[in-house]
């Protein structure tokens, strides 16, 4: 069973740019989840999916964050334009859903430098 | 959103011995309670994890001990080993509609050979 894939693994942008990373989920996961994960912190829960709505995005910054999920499948998050405390592993996330055990599975995850 | 509070920040155990973690939750509508470990470069992945109707779960040299009424809960990681350096996180999920992960801080854990 193939996991979470994400790209791109790194990148470095400057201030005020735009980026954009992207997340393919586990084959008939219906719950997607973005996590912004700061050096030496837990995840914090950006924007949860279920299917394709969003089921919460209370903590996703959305004058410059902005995330969707076409079709119920993939999933892109955007961040414009982008500030120095955005420089964080930004990790995707699935799992089956309501119905299923609960048990989340993660991508290796993208690694923002901002500068 | 400080829902989940794990203890301590680092830990530092010799090889053989008992790592303990530690995780304090606020919100009573919490019925999943997984810990992931993660390695540097890599996404958290699940290790154990527990249901509030048992106070206990063993899997391998990793058990969690469930306090429902004190509303924490532990990892405990029996003759510790140097390959089980790494970070480790509690996590809380609620029963709604929406089943949100919150993780706690994260524990630093390293194993002296």
């Known amino acids: 069973e193939a996991g979470v894939a994400q790209s791109p693994r790194y990148k470095i942008i400057e201030k005020r740019q735009s980026v954009a990373f992207w997340c393919n989920p586990i084959?008939?996961?219906?719950?997607l989840y973005w996590y912004q994960q700061i050096l030496g912190q837990g995840p914090k829960l950006l924007i949860q999916?279920?299917?394709?709505?969003?089921?919460?995005d209370s903590q996703l910054p959305k004058d410059r964050f902005s995330a969707e999920r076409l079709k119920g499948v993939d999933s892109t998050l955007k961040i414009q334009p982008a500030k120095l405390e955005d420089s964080a592993v930004y990790l995707c996330?699935?799992?089956?859903?309501?119905?299923?055990?609960?048990?989340?599975?993660f991508g290796q995850g993208t690694r923002l430098t901002v500068v | 959103q400080q829902q989940v509070k794990q203890s301590p920040q680092s830990l530092i155990v010799q090889k053989g011995g008992i790592s303990i973690i530690n995780c304090a939750y606020e919100?009573?509508?919490?019925?999943?309670f997984p810990w992931y470990q993660q390695f540097p470069g890599k996404g958290p992945a699940l290790l154990i994890a527990?249901?509030?109707?048992?106070s206990e779960k063993k899997e391998g040299r990793f058990t969690i001990s469930f306090n429902k009424s004190a509303k924490q809960f532990s990892l405990h990681i029996m003759d510790s080993q140097p390959g089980d350096s790494a970070t480790y996180f509690c996590?809380?999920?609620?029963?709604?509609?929406?089943?949100?992960?919150?993780f706690g801080g994260g524990t630093r854990l390293m194993v002296k050979p």
């Open positions: 996330a699935s799992s089956l859903g309501p119905r299923g055990s609960g048990e989340a599975f």
């Open positions: 084959s008939g996961h219906a719950t």
């Open positions: 919100n009573t509508a919490f019925d999943y």
């Open positions: 527990i249901r509030p109707d048992v």
């Open positions: 999916f279920q299917n394709n709505g969003v089921v919460d």
């Open positions: 996590a809380a999920k609620g029963n709604n509609a929406g089943n949100m992960l919150t």
